[in-house]
Protein backbone atom coordinates (compact mmCIF):
# COMPACT_ATOMS: atom_id res chain seq x y z
CA UNK A 1 0.00 0.00 0.00
CA UNK A 2 1.21 3.43 -0.53
CA UNK A 3 2.61 5.85 2.10
CA UNK A 4 -0.53 8.54 2.05
CA UNK A 5 1.69 10.84 4.35
CA UNK A 6 4.77 10.69 1.19
CA UNK A 7 1.81 13.59 0.02
CA UNK A 8 2.31 16.28 2.85
CA UNK A 9 6.14 16.03 2.32
CA UNK A 10 7.67 19.03 0.61
CA UNK A 11 11.23 18.18 0.66
CA UNK A 12 13.55 14.77 1.72
CA UNK A 13 16.27 16.35 4.02
CA UNK A 14 18.12 13.17 5.37
CA UNK A 15 17.35 9.47 3.81
CA UNK A 16 17.33 6.25 5.21
CA UNK A 17 20.62 5.92 3.84
CA UNK A 18 21.87 9.13 4.56
CA UNK A 19 20.75 8.84 7.94
CA UNK A 20 22.00 5.05 7.99
CA UNK A 21 25.09 6.51 7.54
CA UNK A 22 24.99 8.86 10.36
CA UNK A 23 24.05 5.86 12.89
CA UNK A 24 27.21 4.35 11.98
CA UNK A 25 29.39 6.81 12.55
CA UNK A 26 27.93 7.72 16.25
CA UNK A 27 27.90 4.15 16.90
CA UNK A 28 31.27 3.76 15.89
CA UNK A 29 32.43 6.79 18.19
CA UNK A 30 30.49 5.54 21.16
CA UNK A 31 32.07 1.96 21.06
CA UNK A 32 35.22 3.05 21.02
CA UNK A 33 34.68 6.46 23.92
CA UNK A 34 33.05 4.04 26.10
CA UNK A 35 34.88 0.73 25.67
CA UNK A 36 35.91 0.63 29.32
CA UNK A 37 33.24 2.46 31.02
CA UNK A 38 30.01 1.50 32.37
CA UNK A 39 27.61 2.57 29.52
CA UNK A 40 23.76 3.32 29.57
CA UNK A 41 21.85 5.02 26.62
CA UNK A 42 18.95 7.01 27.87
CA UNK A 43 16.61 7.43 24.94
CA UNK A 44 14.39 10.42 25.02
CA UNK A 45 10.21 9.72 24.47
CA UNK A 46 8.87 9.74 21.99
CA UNK A 47 11.11 11.38 19.14
CA UNK A 48 14.65 9.25 19.84
CA UNK A 49 12.63 6.11 19.41
CA UNK A 50 13.98 5.32 16.01
CA UNK A 51 17.47 7.03 16.81
CA UNK A 52 18.03 4.88 19.85
CA UNK A 53 17.04 1.45 18.45
CA UNK A 54 19.01 1.97 15.38
CA UNK A 55 21.77 3.06 17.09
CA UNK A 56 21.73 0.79 19.72
CA UNK A 57 21.72 -1.97 16.85
CA UNK A 58 25.36 -0.76 16.14
CA UNK A 59 27.16 -0.22 19.29
CA UNK A 60 29.13 -2.72 19.69
CA UNK A 61 30.36 -2.85 23.48
CA UNK A 62 27.90 -4.37 26.55
CA UNK A 63 25.58 -1.41 27.68
CA UNK A 64 22.19 -0.69 29.60
CA UNK A 65 19.32 0.92 28.00
CA UNK A 66 16.35 2.98 29.64
CA UNK A 67 13.93 5.57 28.58
CA UNK A 68 13.02 9.18 30.13
CA UNK A 69 10.40 11.61 28.82
CA UNK A 70 9.74 14.81 28.28
CA UNK A 71 7.49 17.48 27.11
CA UNK A 72 8.37 20.96 25.80
CA UNK A 73 6.52 21.24 22.93
CA UNK A 74 2.74 21.17 22.26
CA UNK A 75 1.13 20.90 18.76
CA UNK A 76 2.81 23.78 17.64
CA UNK A 77 6.33 24.12 16.24
CA UNK A 78 7.49 26.88 19.17
CA UNK A 79 8.72 25.58 22.29
CA UNK A 80 7.00 26.64 25.56
CA UNK A 81 9.86 27.28 27.08
CA UNK A 82 8.78 24.93 29.75
CA UNK A 83 10.14 21.16 30.24
CA UNK A 84 8.11 18.73 32.17
CA UNK A 85 9.09 15.12 32.58
CA UNK A 86 6.87 13.18 32.40
CA UNK A 87 8.52 9.54 32.41
CA UNK A 88 11.52 8.88 35.10
CA UNK A 89 13.90 6.13 34.11
CA UNK A 90 13.59 2.58 35.71
CA UNK A 91 17.58 1.47 36.50
CA UNK A 92 19.73 3.43 38.92
CA UNK A 93 22.35 5.43 37.07
CA UNK A 94 25.16 5.38 39.99
CA UNK A 95 28.60 4.72 38.53
CA UNK A 96 27.41 4.72 35.11
CA UNK A 97 28.21 6.53 32.39
CA UNK A 98 25.42 7.79 30.70
CA UNK A 99 24.62 8.87 26.92
CA UNK A 100 21.33 10.87 26.48
CA UNK A 101 20.21 10.04 22.94
CA UNK A 102 18.01 12.98 21.69
CA UNK A 103 16.48 13.48 18.27
CA UNK A 104 16.95 16.69 18.18
CA UNK A 105 18.36 20.00 20.19
CA UNK A 106 16.69 23.34 20.08
CA UNK A 107 16.59 25.83 22.61
CA UNK A 108 18.32 22.95 24.84
CA UNK A 109 15.67 23.68 27.51
CA UNK A 110 14.82 19.87 27.41
CA UNK A 111 18.29 18.41 27.40
CA UNK A 112 19.50 21.17 30.42
CA UNK A 113 16.37 20.26 32.96
CA UNK A 114 16.74 16.22 31.67
CA UNK A 115 20.79 16.44 32.22
CA UNK A 116 20.30 18.53 35.54
CA UNK A 117 17.69 15.93 36.51
CA UNK A 118 19.79 12.98 36.01
CA UNK A 119 22.71 14.47 37.63
CA UNK A 120 20.89 14.09 40.87
CA UNK A 121 21.53 10.28 40.33
CA UNK A 122 24.67 10.43 40.71
CA UNK A 123 26.05 8.96 37.83
CA UNK A 124 29.68 8.99 37.03
CA UNK A 125 29.19 10.91 33.46
CA UNK A 126 26.40 12.36 31.46
CA UNK A 127 27.04 13.27 27.61
CA UNK A 128 24.70 14.44 24.67
CA UNK A 129 23.81 12.40 21.55
CA UNK A 130 21.93 14.13 19.23
CA UNK A 131 21.01 13.06 15.93
CA UNK A 132 20.34 16.76 14.75
CA UNK A 133 21.14 20.30 15.89
CA UNK A 134 20.20 23.79 15.94
CA UNK A 135 22.67 25.59 16.78
CA UNK A 136 21.42 29.27 16.06
CA UNK A 137 18.31 28.33 17.96
CA UNK A 138 20.42 27.48 21.19
CA UNK A 139 18.81 29.62 24.28
CA UNK A 140 20.82 27.87 27.34
CA UNK A 141 24.72 26.61 27.57
CA UNK A 142 24.49 23.12 26.42
CA UNK A 143 27.02 21.79 24.59
CA UNK A 144 26.34 17.73 22.51
CA UNK A 145 29.12 15.30 22.53
CA UNK A 146 28.25 13.76 19.38
CA UNK A 147 25.88 15.49 16.88
CA UNK A 148 24.70 13.68 13.78
CA UNK A 149 23.93 16.65 11.68
CA UNK A 150 23.37 19.97 12.02
CA UNK A 151 20.07 21.57 10.77
CA UNK A 152 19.20 25.60 9.77
CA UNK A 153 16.24 26.76 11.63
CA UNK A 154 13.72 24.82 9.80
CA UNK A 155 10.84 22.44 11.05
CA UNK A 156 11.27 18.89 10.14
CA UNK A 157 9.66 15.56 10.73
CA UNK A 158 10.09 12.41 10.67
CA UNK A 159 12.06 9.21 12.18
CA UNK A 160 10.84 9.90 15.41
CA UNK A 161 10.54 13.66 14.72
CA UNK A 162 6.36 14.64 15.09
CA UNK A 163 4.22 17.71 14.10
CA UNK A 164 0.85 17.73 16.27
CA UNK A 165 2.69 13.77 16.96
CA UNK A 166 2.05 12.83 13.79
CA UNK A 167 4.68 11.53 11.02
CA UNK A 168 6.75 9.78 13.43
CA UNK A 169 6.59 6.83 11.57
CA UNK A 170 7.96 8.23 8.45
CA UNK A 171 11.41 6.14 7.53
CA UNK A 172 13.13 9.61 6.85
CA UNK A 173 13.51 13.09 7.70
CA UNK A 174 11.86 15.98 5.70
CA UNK A 175 10.03 19.32 5.41
CA UNK A 176 6.01 19.35 6.01
CA UNK A 177 3.90 21.22 2.89
CA UNK A 178 3.00 23.84 4.27
CA UNK A 179 -0.86 23.13 3.18
CA UNK A 180 -0.38 20.18 5.49
CA UNK A 181 0.84 21.94 8.52
CA UNK A 182 -2.16 23.71 8.19
CA UNK A 183 -4.81 21.03 7.92
CA UNK A 184 -3.33 19.61 11.04
CA UNK A 185 -3.49 22.63 13.29
CA UNK A 186 -7.03 23.43 11.95
CA UNK A 187 -7.98 19.45 12.44
CA UNK A 188 -6.91 19.92 16.44
CA UNK A 189 -8.94 23.25 16.51
CA UNK A 190 -12.37 21.13 17.02
P1 LIG B 1 14.39 22.26 23.02
O1 LIG B 1 14.05 22.05 24.45
O2 LIG B 1 13.95 23.61 22.54
O3 LIG B 1 15.85 21.98 22.69
O4 LIG B 1 13.47 21.29 22.17
C1 LIG B 1 13.78 20.01 21.93
C2 LIG B 1 12.54 19.25 21.51
O5 LIG B 1 11.73 20.04 20.64
C3 LIG B 1 12.91 18.04 20.70
O6 LIG B 1 13.12 16.92 21.52
C4 LIG B 1 11.72 17.89 19.79
O7 LIG B 1 10.73 17.12 20.43
C5 LIG B 1 11.19 19.29 19.59
N1 LIG B 1 11.63 19.86 18.30
C6 LIG B 1 12.49 20.89 18.11
N2 LIG B 1 12.66 21.15 16.81
C7 LIG B 1 11.90 20.25 16.15
C8 LIG B 1 11.66 19.98 14.74
O8 LIG B 1 12.20 20.62 13.81
N3 LIG B 1 10.80 18.98 14.47
C9 LIG B 1 10.17 18.23 15.44
N4 LIG B 1 10.39 18.44 16.75
C10 LIG B 1 11.23 19.44 17.10
MG1 LIG C 1 8.64 16.47 20.07
Redesign the pocket.
Known amino acids: MKNVMLEDIEEIFFSQEQIDEITSRIAEEISNDYKDKNLTLIC?LK??VMFMSDLMKKITIPCMIDFLA?E??GSS?K?SGE?KITKDISDDIRNRDVVII??????????KKLTEFLNMKDPSSISICTL?D?PS?R?VDIEPRYVGSE?QD????GYG???AQQYRNLPFIGILKKEAAERIANNNKV
Open positions: VGSASYTSVEDILDSGRTLLKRAVQFVVLDY
